[in-house]
């Protein structure tokens, strides 16, 4: 366990960021919020603060539960960190996705899917 600890290293070792300096980089731009205000990277994180995280197109909440100051593995990141984020958030990020598999589907640009090729070797053989 430890005692004080960066928020940008928090944010790296519960796998919110794929790299401590990305961490900083959000904390820098503003993404990373505590009670509505913006935090540098450098503040210290406390257990039971409620942070504001943008990564777009939707904001998370999160409600620290423990500190670390090791990157731990995915199943044990609910021990650390508690999620809050609103379903609306959550509903924002499905829809994209789904609209994003409806564009391929409609417009066929890429790669073609197995059934493609599929069917294209059906109409050449």
């Known amino acids: 366990m430890a005692e004080d600890v960066r928020m940008d290293k928090y ?8 790299t401590r300096s990305e961490a900083a980089e959000a904390c820098k731009k503003g993404k990373v919020k505590i ?5 540098k990277p450098s503040r210290e994180v406390k257990v039971g603060d409620v942070m504001e ?6 904001t998370h909440r999160f409600r620290v539960l423990a500190l ?4 731990v593995g995915a199943k044990l990141v609910p021990e ?10 959550l509903d924002k990020l499905a829809l ?4 994003q598999v409806e ?3 409609e417009d ?9 090729r599929r069917d294209l070797d059906s109409i050449f053989d």
């Open 11 to 18: 944010l790296w070792s519960v796998r919110i960021f794929k």
């Open 35 to 39: 009670d509505g205000m913006a935090v």
């Open 53 to 58: 995280v943008r990564k777009n197109p939707i």
């Open 68 to 71: 670390l100051d090791k990157r």
């Open 80 to 89: 650390y960190l508690s999620d809050l984020t609103p379903q609306e958030e």
């Open 96 to 99: 994209i996705r789904e609209s």
């Open 103 to 105: 564009a391929r589907k």
């Open 108 to 116: 066929r640009s890429g790669r073609p899917t197995k059934k493609d």
